[in-house]
């Protein structure tokens, strides 16, 4: 695994897919922009802001430390 992709990037999608989740509809679950959502699973954000990190992990139903590891 790349260490210059963001490992928060990285989490929050295999989390978003294994719950068959669109980009779009995690982002409007976490009431995140969708725009910011495909830059931290991308990369282009590797340290999204930590209410961010919490919004998304609480649409996901994973805890903060799930996405940072």
Do not use: C, W
Request: charged letters at 30%; a positive charge.
């Amino acid at each position: 695994m790349s260490k210059s992709k963001s490992t928060i990037g990285e989490n929050i999608r295999k989390y978003r897919l294994q719950k068959d989740m669109s980009q779009d509809r995690l982002s409007k679950l976490a009431d995140v922009a969708f725009h910011t959502i495909v830059k931290i699973e991308s990369g282009e954000t590797p340290n999204p802001t930590i209410e961010t990190v919490r919004k998304i992990a609480d649409a996901l139903g994973v805890s903060i430390d799930d996405l940072m590891k």
